[in-house]
């Protein structure tokens, strides 16, 4: 188990996680206004999803080159917004928990795994109840995941797969003695040792479910075979030099790549990563919507790769639910899955993914950007990043604190502390 780690507070501060669309410094000095979405609670609910969408657009102009208002007779109004049906969105509150958005988006189908780790999940909701009330609740979210493991023990251990079973089992022992140990935690009242073990014990159920995954689920398109590709999963640790704060000094952000949905893209990351692409790298925008990295000096936008002398370009890589493997070169639009849900969605505070040129699907290529948001303004697919951008991992730790960064800090390193060995013809090793 890895150690916890932390970011160096000179002295306390409050996460500031509010959508702030404020005026950037850097070449695209265009975006000279200052954004808010504007969603009247007493509009047409189409209208307020098409005004928020507006505004994300403009505010995501940097990323995209999206048109600005000062671009001449351009009614935004006028655009037709791919937007879904209502019905879509109102079944029920998106998932905003990177961990939980991970252990769903795994290739399993495994229910008996899931009912133990929902109730797990709804202590969340439970501890937002002031004072020991909460308990009441956490009570009853402990007892339904312990009965669910009981009754379902047998079905879990049978989905495991046979290469890690043994590995499996020992974490299913674990699984069931912190049961038993969380509901001694709500016996004796102790309401701040509630989240602390419920995380050890989510991470225990994560464990399980990717011990149900037996090799890589699908054949990469011929084409991509060559590029390095992320067969699972790693976990990097990205260590950011914070200047100018007098709150925070150097901050480390876990994050968890994804190569099960985004094989392609993560590949490309962690194989830059492991040429020390992004060390010494500053911060390049943070204006509140997104904090992003990855252009290098010179004149060119992305990465070269020293073999060809070209920068190196990756596919647009999106994985659709209820579907097997990725589609590529295509965003859903273009496809016209409007109601379609990405796997990977842009939910999550700290959501990582590729930035690319708004009319070239395929042009991503060292870029990255990590969206800062509430997800109750624009939950997946109904914001205008879900299924036009790839997804490919979640900050898992610290992400709070990527509202402190700002344009100049310094990515000091990124370092992969787990997973390297599901990376595939990686690039960084030939000479050259």
């Given at each position: 188990?890895?150690?916890?780690?932390s970011?160096?507070?000179?002295?306390?501060?409050?996460?500031?996680?509010?959508?702030?669309?404020?005026?950037?410094?850097?070449?695209?000095?265009?975006?000279?206004r200052?954004?808010?979405?504007?969603?009247?609670?007493n509009?047409?609910?189409?209208?307020?999803?098409?005004?928020?969408?507006?505004?994300?657009?403009?505010?995501?102009g940097?990323?995209?080159g999206?048109?600005?208002?000062?671009?001449?007779?351009?009614?935004?109004?006028?655009?037709?917004?791919?937007?879904?049906?209502?019905?879509?969105?109102?079944?029920?509150?998106?998932?905003?928990?990177?961990?939980?958005?991970?252990?769903?988006?795994?290739?399993?189908?495994?229910?008996?795994?899931?009912?133990?780790?929902?109730?797990?999940?709804?202590?969340t909701?439970?501890?937002?109840?002031?004072?020991?009330?909460?308990?009441?609740?956490?009570?009853?979210?402990a007892?339904?995941?312990?009965?669910?493991?009981?009754?379902?023990?047998?079905?879990?251990?049978?989905?495991?797969?046979?290469?890690?079973?043994?590995h499996?089992?020992?974490l299913?022992?674990?699984?069931?003695?912190?049961?038993?140990?969380?509901?001694?935690?709500?016996?004796?009242?102790?309401?701040?040792?509630?989240?602390?073990?419920?995380?050890e014990?989510?991470?225990?159920?994560?464990?399980?479910?990717?011990?149900?995954v037996d090799?890589?689920?699908?054949e990469?398109?011929?084409?991509?075979?060559?590029?390095p590709?992320?067969?699972?999963r790693?976990?990097?640790?990205?260590?950011?030099?914070?200047?100018?704060?007098?709150?925070?000094?150097?901050?480390?952000?876990?994050?968890?790549?994804?190569?099960?949905?985004?094989?392609?893209?993560?590949?490309n990351?962690?194989?830059?990563?492991?040429?020390?692409?992004?060390?010494?790298?500053?911060i390049?925008r943070a204006?509140?919507?997104?904090?992003?990295?990855?252009?290098?000096?010179?004149?060119?936008?992305?990465?070269?790769?020293?073999?060809?002398?070209?920068?190196r370009?990756?596919?647009?890589?999106?994985?659709?639910?209820g579907?097997?493997?990725?589609?590529?070169?295509?965003?859903?639009?273009?496809?016209?899955?409007?109601?379609?849900?990405?796997?990977l969605?842009?939910?999550?505070?700290?959501?990582?993914?590729?930035?690319?040129?708004?009319f070239?699907?395929?042009?991503?290529?060292?870029?990255?950007?990590?969206?800062?948001?509430?997800?109750?303004?624009?939950?997946?697919?109904?914001?205008?990043?879900?299924?036009?951008?790839?997804?490919?991992?979640?900050?898992?730790?610290?992400?709070?604190?990527?509202?402190?960064?700002?344009?100049?800090?310094?990515?000091e390193?990124?370092?992969?502390?787990?997973?390297?060995?599901?990376?595939?013809?990686?690039?960084?090793?030939?000479?050259?």
């Open positions: 188990m890895a150690s916890i780690i970011c160096n507070l000179i002295s306390p501060r409050i996460p500031n996680k509010g959508i702030r669309f404020a005026t950037t410094q850097n070449n695209n000095s265009w975006l000279t200052r954004f808010v979405p504007k969603c009247s609670k509009a047409n609910p189409c209208q307020k999803l098409k005004d928020c969408a507006i505004s994300i657009a403009l505010a995501l940097l990323i995209t999206m048109p600005s208002y000062a671009d001449a007779n351009v009614n935004l109004n006028s655009y037709n917004w791919a937007l879904p049906d209502l019905s879509v969105l109102i079944s029920g509150p998106p998932i905003k928990d990177p961990g939980a958005l991970l252990r769903y988006a795994l290739p399993i189908d495994n229910k008996a795994v899931r009912e133990v780790q929902k109730p797990l999940e709804d202590i909701e439970s501890l937002k109840v002031a004072g020991v009330k909460a308990l009441d609740s956490v009570e009853r979210n007892r339904q995941a312990s009965r669910a493991l009981k009754q379902g023990k047998s079905l879990i251990v049978s989905g495991l797969a046979e290469s890690k079973k043994e499996g089992l020992e299913l022992d674990k699984l069931e003695a912190g049961m038993d140990e969380l509901q001694q935690i709500v016996e004796d009242k102790k309401r701040d040792a509630v989240a602390p073990k419920q995380k014990l989510l991470n225990y159920v994560g464990g399980v479910e990717e011990d149900m090799g890589f689920p699908y990469v398109p011929e084409e991509y075979q060559s590029m590709l992320l067969k699972g790693a976990t990097v640790d990205m260590k950011v030099k914070v200047k100018d704060n007098p709150n925070v000094d150097e901050c480390v952000f876990r994050i968890v790549l994804d190569g099960y949905n985004a094989p392609v893209t993560a590949g990351f962690v194989d830059l990563v492991e040429r020390h692409f992004y060390d010494g790298m500053e390049q204006d509140g919507f997104v904090v992003q990295t990855g252009d290098p000096e010179g004149p060119a936008e992305g990465f070269i790769d020293p073999s060809t002398e070209k920068i370009t990756i596919p647009l890589e999106l994985m659709v639910v579907e097997k493997a990725p589609v590529y070169g295509e965003t859903l639009e273009d496809l016209g899955l409007y109601k379609a849900q990405t796997k969605p842009f939910n999550a505070f700290g959501t990582m993914a590729m930035a690319r040129d708004e070239e699907n395929n042009s991503a290529s060292s870029q990255i950007f990590w969206l800062l948001k509430e997800s109750e303004l624009t939950p997946s697919n109904a914001n205008i990043l879900d299924g036009r951008y790839a997804v490919f991992g979640y900050v898992t730790e610290n992400e709070d604190f990527l509202a402190d960064i700002k344009v100049g800090d310094v990515i390193s990124i370092q992969v502390v787990s997973g390297l060995d599901n990376l595939v013809n990686p690039s960084y090793k030939i000479a050259g």
